[in-house]
């Protein structure tokens, strides 16, 4: 099984900066892709960024381009998504998910995720 634990999340102010991180345990981390959903309230879940095993391929939500980055260390068994200039609308619970083999968009499993406050 594979179990991911989400980390960095808090409260900031808007044009603030964080970093969430993701621990995986199992041994098709590195070959897996990974991505970050997030949920607000009263909101579906939604794609933020995913990022292929290899760490060539990254894909963003229109929203987040430009200001979130994902990455990955496979040594680790870390991915993070780094983010700047937070906006009050990014307020969500954050998930890290290994995606589901072949997609992009698609999680198969979850962390418990990390909540993420951006004050005006």
């Known amino acids: 099984q594979v179990q991911l634990v989400e980390s960095g999340g808090g409260l900031v102010q808007a044009g603030d900066s964080l970093r969430l991180s993701c621990a995986a345990s199992?041994?098709?981390?590195?070959?897996?892709?990974m991505g970050w959903f997030r949920q607000a309230p009263g909101k579906e879940r939604e794609f933020v960024a995913s990022?292929?095993?290899?760490?060539?391929?990254?894909t963003y939500a229109e929203f987040v381009k430009g200001r979130f980055t994902i990455s990955r260390d496979n040594a680790r068994n870390t991915v993070y998504l780094q983010m700047n200039t937070l906006k009050p609308e990014d307020t969500a619970v954050y998930y890290c998910a290994r995606l589901r083999p072949g997609s992009t968009y698609v999680g198969e499993y979850w962390g418990q995720g990390t909540q993420v406050t951006v004050s005006s």
């Open positions: 990022i292929t095993w290899s760490g060539y391929t990254k």
């Open positions: 199992g041994r098709t981390f590195d070959t897996a892709a």
